[in-house]
């Protein structure tokens, strides 16, 4: 290896170094972001019974209720937190009032022990509703009215706060981690605080959390190395005939649930393998129309009923997810544990999340990122670009398999109508919506877009509906909204595009690489030439 | 001298146009040589046969003795020659530390589920690496830029970086495709500071260059090319003085700056 050589410095007027990109600047956005978020949270559950109790017959009750009616083990609890609470809230206001006059915040270490010890009792109350799950903790606790949402939607917007509170120097040092960490404990506590609002539990937020999936996968393919993949429903619908051939009706297989999701991210892998290894020699655009190809070819042969494995039109009946006994259920069928069907997705996403970021930060993710930005440098600096553009490849497809498999339980009957072409599309608008190329960013896109579909779309029509007859314009109820999904796909795309090129949650080297323009030559065409 | 890379009779032809023809030279072990020529001559195409980015249409190169016709470029890399381009192809998004990192690529092991849990031999290789990476950075006197992205670098320290990556995969020879382009005086003469005490360090260098000074200064042999033909090799004081080299590289009008260089 070579000798030191003498150290020179910048020639005179050299560029300042760009601010490093390792993520460890401080931030004190996600701090203040998850304050107002839990404080959201606990105002609207201290309010929204006292608000729903004319709606519902007098059944709704308030924390607060229950505070005044003295009865229960829960009520000690309640006060605890209510303390604790209140100098949580007093001891923010007085930061922002001391920091308006530029004076240092008082007590900071004793009300973060305070806050520690309430959000501590929080927990313990949450553990405690969840082990008794019945009516001397809170007085009444009904599972049918309001009560149990708002109490839930109180201990986690306290806990947020607290928990925040106390470890703010902690989040402003590490905004990714704490952002993540929030992010799941308020998806896990979903199901939960909407309790009431079944249908959108029950179906909208697994569909958002397999579309979370889904999209990470994506991710890797688009996002991490820069190969355009149209055709990723394809090995949506692999993982999930997976699941309904070897734990279905058709072969008389029941393998069980948990290996079954395995299997099927590694025959989605294998799948990707065989495409890929052809293909990937092609460059950005035509790798482009041989996916779709792909994407359109699977769907059919299920349609067609190949080698009668596929149960054509009708598609496939696969076994719900079981464990053991534990008999999840499927969508519509009685008992079908939804929560559960969701929690068991969240872990898995955090399963999926953590590996992602792992291999991004690895060798291989280097190499991904070499050969989006420089195909030839990459060879020529020693990386195989054709495998490491296949594990791309089969490791997206992989997580898509993984999510199908899942879908395949979930859904009960597998068609090919659920991996149509618009699942592609609507995948690779999340991808893009979110931030191509950052985790949290096709996380985020993935909870917007199943926002859109699962809420805002069905909904639109009564709106309308309802815009129609208080402005007298009777027609617009006439205006079928579902006809113009792609178009108000089209506009949130176009939005984006002009607003926020790199997505909502841009990854930080692609913001730059976006505004400014990379190059674009595949080895192939060198090789070729 | 034993030596290290052998060029022999290489052609490379573009649809009907030759753009290397019959091209044999050698590179001895630890020796400093020079490719120039006119520009169209053929030398970076010379250089992408080398490294694998061009499949040869005829002809033989060997390096320590061993066929490397055909061969993809990262198992070239693998083998230790390594390069840098001569319009500057850094990752330009990546900072300067990944971008040494990347070059160390085909040095490391870890596979794909060491990443994905992030196994202890995974951690440790990761760290080692960064170490590594930086410890490069600080020989070519460009660690203060570690976490900067690439395109932010002054244009001269985006040059030594590209040293500083083709340097991570740890090669044997080293190939520069007119590293002294665009430097100013200083930065030349610090190029050429950092080419000879790579040298001393064991490494050998094969460079295209067309600054003359540069040229003259550090190698220890200069292969001359014109219209994809060798039309001279030898040492830099015979070269200069050939009357083939005059006429076809600088024309016959520029032999009198040539003497005084």
């Known amino acids: ?347 898995l996403v955090a399963l999926v999340v953590v590996a992602l970021r792992n291999v991004e930060r690895s060798r291989l993710g280097r190499a991904w990122v070499a050969i989006r930005e420089d195909e030839v440098a990459a060879a020529a600096t020693g990386i195989n670009t054709v495998s490491t553009k296949l594990l791309a490849f089969s490791i997206g497809a992989s997580v898509s398999g993984f999510a199908g498999a899942f879908f395949g339980a979930m859904l009960g009957t597998v068609t090919p109508d659920n991996f149509q072409f618009a699942v592609s599309v609507t995948v690779l608008s999340t991808v893009v919506l979110g931030g191509i190329g950052s985790i949290a960013g096709v996380t985020v896109g993935a909870v917007v877009i199943a926002f859109v579909i699962n809420w805002i779309i069905p909904n639109a029509q009564q709106w309308m509906g309802t815009l129609g007859t208080t402005t007298g314009v009777t027609q617009l109820g006439n205006f079928n909204v579902s006809q113009y999904v792609y178009i108000l796909y089209g506009l949130i795309l176009i939005g984006i595009m002009l607003l926020r090129p790199a997505g909502l949650l841009p990854s930080r080297a692609r913001k730059v690489e976006l505004t400014t323009g990379g190059t674009e030559e595949a080895l192939s065409e060198v090789e070729a030439s | 001298m034993a030596a290290i890379l052998e060029v022999d009779r290489i052609t490379k032809v573009f649809g009907g146009l030759h753009a290397v023809q019959d091209v044999s030279f050698e590179v001895g072990e630890t020796e400093i040589v020079s490719m120039i020529g006119p520009n169209g001559a053929g030398k970076t195409t010379a250089f992408n046969c080398i490294t694998g980015l061009y499949p040869l249409t005829s002809g033989d190169i060997r390096f320590r003795g061993q066929s490397i016709k055909g061969k993809p470029p990262h198992k070239i890399t693998r083998l230790g020659i390594t390069r840098t381009f001569q319009n500057i192809r850094l990752f ?57 992205y690439a395109r932010n670098l002054p244009y001269g320290l985006q040059r030594r970086l590209e040293i500083a990556r083709a340097l991570a995969s740890r090669p044997t020879l080293l190939l520069l495709d007119e590293p002294a382009a665009g430097l100013n005086q200083r930065e030349k003469r610090e190029l050429m500071e950092v080419i000879a005490t790579l040298r001393k360090g064991g490494l050998t260098i094969f460079l295209i260059e067309h600054d003359m000074r540069v040229v003259m200064e550090i190698s220890d042999r200069i292969v001359v090319l014109d219209h994809g033909e060798k039309i001279a090799e030898g040492a830099p004081q015979d070269v200069r003085k050939n009357p083939r080299v005059i006429e076809a590289y600088l024309g016959s009008g520029a032999s009198e700056e040539m003497r005084s260089a």
């Not at chain 1, 939607?153 to 929030?182: D, E, N, Q």
């Not at chain 1, 249908?199 to 991710?219: E, P």
């Not at chain 2, 900072?95 to 160390?104: K, S, Y």
Request: glycine letters at 10%; a negative charge; charged letters at 15%.
């Open chain 2, 92 to 148: 330009s998004f990546m900072t300067a530390v990944d971008n040494v990192m990347v070059g160390e690529h085909c040095r490391m092991h870890a596979k794909v589920w060491d990443a994905v849990i992030r196994t202890p031999s995974e951690r440790r290789e990761e760290r080692e690496v960064e170490k590594r990476a930086l410890d490069i950075l600080r020989r070519l006197g460009i660690e203060r830029y570690a976490d900067a």
């Open chain 1, 1 to 347: 290896m070579p000798e030191p050589v003498p150290s020179v410095d910048a020639p005179p007027g050299a560029e300042a170094p760009a601010a490093p990109a390792n993520g460890k600047e401080e931030s004190p956005g996600v701090f203040w972001m998850i304050v107002a978020v839990g404080l959201g949270l606990v105002i609207i559950g201290w309010f929204l019974p006292w608000y729903v109790e004319e709606i519902s017959n007098g059944v709704g009750y308030s924390p607060m209720d229950a505070v005044l009616s003295f009865t229960g083990i829960g009520t000690v609890m309640i006060y605890v937190v209510a303390v604790a609470m209140i100098v949580l809230i007093a001891g923010l206001v007085d930061d922002i009032l001391r920091r308006r006059k530029h004076l240092e915040p008082r007590f900071t270490r004793q009300r973060a022990m305070l806050a520690l010890a309430g959000a501590l009792a929080t927990v313990a109350v949450a553990v405690l509703i969840g082990l008794l799950n019945e009516e001397p903790l809170f007085g009444t606790l009904d599972q049918y009215s309001f009560t149990d949402n708002a109490v839930w939607m109180t201990l986690t917007g306290f806990s947020l706060c607290a928990f925040g509170y106390a470890f703010k120097p902690w989040i402003v040092r590490h905004p990714g981690i704490a952002f993540t960490a929030v992010a799941f404990a308020v998806g896990a506590a979903f199901p939960l605080i909407f309790n009431q609002a079944g249908d959108f539990v029950g179906w909208g937020a697994r569909f958002a959390a397999i579309y979370i999936l889904l999209a990470l996968g994506l991710n890797v393919v688009v996002g991490f190395a820069g190969l355009l993949d149209l055709g990723y429903a394809a090995f949506f619908a692999i993982g999930a005939y997976t699941t309904a051939s070897l734990a279905g009706q058709r072969y008389g297989l029941h393998l069980p649930f948990w290996i079954i999701i395995f299997l099927g991210a590694g025959i989605a892998s294998l799948f990707g393998a065989v495409l890929g290894a052809p293909t990937l020699r092609l460059r950005g655009d035509y790798l482009a129309i041989v996916t779709l190809g792909f994407g359109e070819i699977i769907p059919d042969l299920a349609t067609n009923n190949v080698f009668g494995a596929t149960g054509g039109p009708n598609g496939l009946a696969a076994d719900p997810a079981k464990f053991g006994s534990f008999n999840l259920g499927q969508l519509g069928a009685v008992p079908a544990n939804t929560k559960f069907y969701f929690w068991l997705l969240i872990i």
